[in-house]
């Protein structure tokens, strides 16, 4: 098997594709009233993925993600990974994760991923190598920025 | 150039293996494995005749057509009108009847826009019969491509008709029984494709074209599924228009073309207007050519049109009816290929129905996507998406779908690398088991 196809479809990436941690209701309801939330839709036009993801935050620290999509292994990995990865992040330590991934898969395999800020989503790097898929790794990333940023208005 | 005829006995590997010969971007490789191209219901590739013969016009007869009074110009226009003559012999139209066009897309869009200025009063009184308004209706399919789908929700938009619809069963099938309802005495304009880009279906073009006829409808065909892979003959399937785009049938891109029926494009208003599709200008007015100059503004894609003609002769010297042969022969083999791989939904006729040679698929547990991803690694080309067909996609329960589409120059070998890939795909991504 073409060892460029397993560095963009990591183990971790297949997992997550199945697990789909945070995916649920995305109504506002099903969080606590007394928390800050905003909530985001992406549709990728090209292939028809979609995320609708909702952040709750107390203060500027993230308590919870919830989501819902249809799309790709990498796009659903995506959200999945990125669900585990900011809960519990302030919205400071969210930025600074989101600039990293964004540099990343910008990158087209030129930068090595750092692991220490970017935990299981550094299994994306492959990605950066197969331009057309760049677009589905990002898409739960754009909606979790524009949800913060909805939920700070 | 006269259309040369062609061999009669079948197509087969050892010939289309010859046939690889012609075209260089088929002998290349893609990540590393030899390249199967199975994308071609999206674009063709181009035969070497046909990329010597826009470079031959480059080198030797560069000019503007129909203009200029140098030798330069007349070997130009020579060259375009030659390519107008052989694609309007190729579907069995007359020369005046075919205008070029960038594209199916731009062909569809010059009937809608010529109906929607008809509707506003232009052309004066030849024009009227095709101006349409509210109570009128205009009909489409289910399944068209969005190339022969929003033109027409735009026309009608514009005009306040009514767009309708004519169904499609679980299979994909157009329900015919409610053809006969969905077309009535409103009804002004029946558009739908002759192959479906998604299903592989061929659709009953006489009894669609009769329901049209019965109330006075004019016929709009969309044929680019159809003219590069079956013998067509406008004559035959007795429609009005009919739309078609050069990059899917050997040519390049930027060009394709309309048929119109003359007594309509005589008497149509233009789409476009500028140089070149005028008689006499003042000021304030103007009076147009007749077609198909009327509907061809401005400088034209001439080195396109000549090498799309060129196209038109190497389909020819092949012979459509042993191209729609092979192609039968290839999508069938792909179909109950794919209809014996666990966890695989073909998309539209069961295996020994009628087919073009192209079938898209749902692979459960694993998105179109990755599939797509999963064969290029293996150096397979296919499409995934929702091939510019989403409320087909849609009434299927599907937003999208991986589809392998054929052409003269495929192999059966490759059409069994293609199963083979497939059958690993659901093992690759956990979803068997
Ligand atoms: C059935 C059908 N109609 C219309 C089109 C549009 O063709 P083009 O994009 O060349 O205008 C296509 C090609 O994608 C097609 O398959």
Redesign the pocket.
């Known amino acids: 098997m073409s060892s460029e196809l397993e560095s963009l479809y990591q183990q971790i990436i297949l997992d997550h594709a199945k697990r789909r941690v945070g995916q649920g209701p995305t109504d506002p309801s099903s969080g606590a009233d007394s928390l800050a939330t905003g909530e985001s839709h992406q549709l990728n036009p090209i292939c028809g993925d979609e995320v609708t993801l909702r952040v709750w935050l107390e203060d500027s620290r993230i308590e919870r993600v919830a989501w819902q999509g249809a799309g790709c292994a990498i796009s659903m990995a995506s959200a999945s990974v990125l669900t585990e990865l900011v809960s519990g992040s302030t919205r400071d330590e969210m930025m600074e994760q989101l600039d990293r991934f964004r540099e990343l898969m910008r990158s087209r395999g030129t930068v090595e991923p750092d692991e220490e800020v970017l935990g299981d989503a550094a299994a994306f790097a492959g990605v950066s190598r197969f331009p057309a898929r760049v677009k589905c790794a990002m898409l739960a990333w754009v909606a979790l920025e524009e949800a913060v940023l909805a939920a700070n208005r | 150039m006269p259309i040369l005829s062609a061999p009669s006995h079948p197509l087969s590997d050892d010939e289309v293996s010859r046939i690889r010969n012609d075209f260089p971007l088929l002998s290349t490789e893609l990540n590393g494995r030899p390249l199967v191209y199975l994308d071609s ?2 674009t063709s590739q181009n035969p070497v005749s046909v990329m010597e013969a826009e470079q031959e016009y480059y080198e030797q007869r560069n000019a503007a057509v129909h203009r200029g009074a140098h030798s330069l110009a007349v070997e130009a226009t020579d060259a375009y009108e030659n390519a107008r003559t052989l694609v309007a012999s190729f579907i069995g139209a007359s020369p005046e009847e075919i205008v070029f066009t960038s ?4 062909a569809l869009n010059l009937v809608a826009y010529s109906l929607s200025n008809a509707s506003l009063g232009l052309g004066g009184e030849a024009a009227r019969p095709y101006a349409l308004g509210p109570g009128d209706s205009i009909v489409v399919t289910e399944m068209e ?1 969005h ?2 789908l929003i033109p027409w929700q735009e026309l009608a938009a514009r005009t306040g008709a009514t767009l309708r619809f004519i169904p499609v069963d679980d299979d994909g099938a157009l329900r015919l029984e409610e053809a006969a309802s969905v077309i009535d005495g409103s009804t002004r304009l029946l558009a739908f ?1 002759h192959a479906s ?1 998604v299903l592989g279906t061929i659709n009953p073009v006489a009894e669609l074209v009769s329901l049209a006829r019965k109330v006075g409808a004019l016929t709009v065909l ?1 044929a ?2 159809s003219v590069p892979h079956l013998p067509v003959n406008v004559a035959d399937l007795d429609v009005d228009f009919v739309a078609f ?1 050069g ?2 049938m050997l040519g390049p891109t930027g060009i ?1 073309a309309l048929y119109g029926r003359s007594k309509h494009l005589h008497a149509m208003p233009p789409f476009l207007t500028g140089g070149s599709m005028i008689t006499t200008v003042t000021l304030e007015r103007a009076e147009y050519l007749p077609p198909p100059a009327r509907f061809e503004a401005g400088t034209q894609r001439i080195s396109q049109a000549v090498a799309l003609g060129s196209a038109v002769n190497y389909l020819a010297e092949t012979g459509m009816d042993r191209i729609e042969e092979w192609e039968r022969i290839l999508g069938e083999r792909l179909v109950s290929g794919l209809e014996a791989i666990e966890g695989i939904r073909v998309l539209g006729p069961r295996a020994g129905q009628p087919r073009i040679g192209l079938a898209a698929f749902d692979v459960d547990g694993v998105h179109a996507h990755d599939v797509g991803q999963y064969l290029d690694s293996r150096g397979i080309a296919v499409r995934v998406g929702h091939h ?1 067909a989403q409320p087909l996609h849609r009434r299927l329960g599907l937003t999208a779908s991986t589809r392998a589409s054929t052409y003269l120059y495929n192999t059966t070998d490759e059409v069994d690398a293609f199963l083979a890939a497939v059958a690993e795909v659901r093992s690759f991504f956990g979803a068997s088991a």
């Open positions: 219901g999206a594209n199916a897309t731009e491509h190339a022969n494709t880009n969309d680019c599924q785009s990059h899917k394709g510019c």
